[in-house]
């Protein structure tokens, strides 16, 4: 089996045998005895939710519709005044994700050559360093936990940083299989999901393994757009808050100005995706929507 | 032996562990959103495999609904044809429905009920997981929608059409290739968006914890059945054992029992026959174990075929049973352990084994089986002509006439 080379097992707090990541340098990195041990102590995430206002954090899909065109509309996000930006990474079965954002990673992928967590993280480097305006927001990648098991734990982490990535967000990988991936990505912040399934037991756990911020999933089922605000959303929220600190960031369904106010009057951040990515091929009419989100938080 | 034998509580061949690791392989890697309900599946689970209420009614169930225990069938003629000196046929054609499936379907159906819900969905490839679970809902009166790729609504029209008859809802899956695994997806997003009322029936042991370990209870049927047979028959040794995968769960059922109860020395040969499409230099195949790399696909860790970016890849095979690019992670387990042996076999092979079976035994096996008895002359090169093997025939051929006619068989 090729996994062990650098991706490993996904499985070591279960099991004290399995192989780990990288055994020659995670017993320097590693946090063996609180392996949901929080987050970096200078988080450019953090800061990101520091600036007395809710945070506006925009969802952009790498590679859609093609790699340039993306990275525009990164720059466009940026413009228009996102605090945040997660950045989509292009995945063959995304679980979590409603029809437009699994079909702008279909399309993302079917491009020259593929497109995956590589290609990502090189249109994020591009950004970074070129953002277009004076004050870039950091950037989260979105993936889901295979590509990062293919390209390696270690050498995903170790690309990222590169990169400049403040954060990662993996919706299939639970805080009970995220030991691994927290002895080797250090510097970067791992941000977990509360869902509204999710019981007490449950946004404990969640909430101790998260850094920089909590995401809550407003709505059961995937990502994209919805009529209306899940019912109860505000009471969600204050049953996260009894167990952190940290800044709640509402996404699932959030996708029109006006909802977006809605949410910035009860959380801390506001997550905007599918209804980018459906944008996402013409930059300027990304900047535009991005604009009047964040006057209407900030109104 | 008159009566359904179940797994014993206590084991010795002890996976999965409390997380539902065999090994590396396994586990649950799944949005947040179903995390509670997979932990609240787990504990219902576990109640109810030691509650002997539900115990009685799974194995009444199996015994005067689906017909169990299903037959030990000594094939003298298909001994003869394939040069060894005894071939014990399981029957799982046998059971009502036609296959192994229900085994699993009626298990957790009746868990369903139990929890309460009133709705279950299913995943379906060849269709009779989707038939199995349909009318187990229909047993049970429970409501059902059994997501189906189109293609495989293509392939498999007939099972369509009994899924409606039976009551359900056949809901065609478009995306990808239109076969197993985007069926799966989709009913994982399905489950995803209506977990509060609706249980997800698995038709494979595979997926996030505790399915695997779940399916493999309830599959287990099969292979304590074959031990019981076995005494019962005077059959003191057999040297190979053998069944078809595809997502493994009728040979998980057959050979953990021989696992658990059977020391490694007297232990027979455990041989898994995974699809091998139109070859294993092509990229037209379903042979995860023996082509694939360790990876994350629906919720667990195990062999995947995937891309270089860790994508899924389509899988195939000409039976629609087969054609799923990952494979259930006790399996993973098992070949990496030693444990089990898994070689692959052909479409062509399959067919001339199907037609082997069909006219020197007048059975006509399923394509997924005959993966399996197209093993049997392999074996007899390598075991001799005195050599015993056991065969799980997990399905009957009624659903795949019109593939085999397509290939040519019968002329």
Redesign the interface.
């Known amino acids: 089996?090729?996994?062990a080379g650098t991706?490993g097992?996904?499985?070591s707090?279960?099991?004290p045998g399995?192989?780990t990541p990288s055994a020659s340098s995670s017993a320097a990195e590693a946090s063996f005895g609180n392996p949901l041990a929080p987050a970096p102590a200078a988080s450019r995430l953090r800061a990101a939710f520091l600036k007395g206002r809710p945070a506006l954090i925009t969802y952009v899909m790498a590679g859609y519709p093609d790699r340039a065109t993306s990275l525009e509309a990164l720059r466009a996000a940026a413009r228009g005044g996102a605090d945040v930006i997660e950045l989509g990474v292009p995945?063959?079965?995304p679980?979590?994700d409603g029809p437009v954002i699994?079909e702008a990673a279909a399309v993302a992928?079917a491009g020259e050559g593929?497109?995956?967590?590589?290609h990502a993280i090189q249109v994020a480097e591009a950004f970074i360093r070129d953002p277009g305006v004076d004050h870039a927001p950091p950037v989260v990648a979105m993936t889901?936990?295979?590509?990062?098991?293919?390209?390696g734990l270690k050498e995903t982490a170790g690309r990222m940083r590169a990169a400049g990535i403040a954060g990662v967000i993996i919706?299939?990988?639970?805080p009970?299989?995220a030991a691994p991936w927290r002895q080797v990505s250090q510097g970067i912040d791992t941000v977990?999901?509360?869902?509204?399934?999710?019981?007490p037991d449950?946004l404990a756990i969640?909430t101790a393994a998260s850094s920089a911020f909590i995401y809550c999933?407003s709505a059961?089922?995937?990502t994209g757009e919805r009529e209306s605000l899940a019912a109860g959303l505000s009471d969600q929220v204050e049953r996260i808050r009894l167990h952190t600190d940290l800044p709640v960031a509402v996404g699932f369904g959030v996708s029109t100005a006006a909802q977006a106010a809605q949410v910035a009057a009860i959380a801390d951040g506001v997550i905007v995706g599918s209804a980018i990515v459906k944008r996402q091929a013409d930059p300027r009419e990304v900047e535009t929507f991005v604009r009047g989100l964040a006057a209407a938080m900030r109104g | 032996m008159s009566d359904v034998l179940l797994p014993s509580a206590d084991m010795a061949y002890s996976t999965p562990?409390?997380?539902g690791?065999y090994?590396?392989y396994g586990?649950?890697?799944?949005?947040?959103?179903?995390?509670?309900?997979l932990q609240e599946l787990a504990t219902s689970y576990q109640e109810a495999i030691e509650d002997v209420t539900f115990l009685e009614e799974f194995i009444s169930l199996l015994r005067d609904y689906v017909g169990r225990p299903s037959p030990l069938y000594r094939a003298d003629r298909l001994a003869e044809a394939s040069g060894l000196g005894a071939v014990y046929l399981k029957r799982e054609d046998l059971n009502h429905t036609g296959a192994h499936k229900i085994n699993n379907t009626i298990g957790q159906c009746l868990l369903a009920r139990r929890m309460g819900k009133k709705r279950v969905i299913a995943e379906t490839g060849a269709g009779q997981h989707g038939v199995a679970t349909a009318t187990t809902a229909a047993l049970l009166g429970l409501e059902c929608s059994v997501f189906m790729g189109v293609e495989d609504i293509r392939r498999q029209a007939l099972n369509v059409y009994k899924m409606r008859l039976l009551g359900a809802e056949v809901v065609p899956v478009a995306?990808?290739q239109g076969t197993l695994?985007d069926a799966v997806?989709a009913a994982?997003?399905h489950w995803?968006?209506?977990?509060?009322d609706t249980f997800y029936v698995i038709g494979s042991a595979l997926g996030p914890h505790p399915y695997p370990q779940m399916v493999r209870y309830f599959q287990s049927v099969i292979g304590s059945e074959i031990l019981g047979q076995m005494e019962e028959k005077r059959i003191a040794h057999a040297d190979a054992v053998v069944a078809c995968i595809g997502g493994g769960s009728n040979a998980i059922g057959t050979f953990y029992p021989f696992l658990r109860d059977v020391p490694a020395e007297d232990r027979p040969l455990l041989i898994g026959a995974e699809a091998a499409g139109l070859g294993l230099d092509t990229d037209r195949h379903g042979a995860a174990l023996t082509k694939g790399?360790?990876?994350?696909?629906?919720?667990f860790?195990s062999?995947?075929l995937?891309?270089?970016?860790?994508?899924?890849l389509e899988a195939y095979s000409i039976s629609a049973g087969l054609d799923y690019p990952g494979v259930g992670p006790e399996h993973s387990y098992l070949k990496?352990e030693g444990l089990v042996r898994y070689e692959t076999v052909t479409d062509a092979e399959a067919l001339e084994a199907f037609a082997l079976l069909t006219r020197v035994e007048g059975i006509i096996p399923a394509i997924e089986s005959s993966h399996a008895l197209a093993l049997l002359p392999r074996l007899a090169a390598e075991l001799g002509p005195d050599a015993t093997v056991v065969v799980t025939v997990s399905g009957r051929g009624d659903k795949d006439m019109d593939i085999v006619r397509e290939a040519g068989l019968g002329g």
């Open positions: 089996m090729d996994s991706g097992s996904p499985h707090l279960s099991s399995a192989p995945y063959g079965d679980l979590a699994a992928r593929g497109f995956g967590l590589i889901y936990m295979n590509p990062v098991m293919r390209l919706p299939d990988m639970p009970e299989a977990f999901l509360t869902a509204p399934t999710s019981t449950r969640v999933v059961v089922g995937t | 562990d409390a997380q690791f090994g590396p586990g649950t890697f799944v949005p947040e959103t179903v995390i509670p309900a995306d990808g695994a997806t994982l997003r995803v968006e209506r977990v509060e790399t360790p990876g994350i696909l629906h919720g860790y062999y995947l995937q891309d270089d970016e860790g994508n899924p990496d």
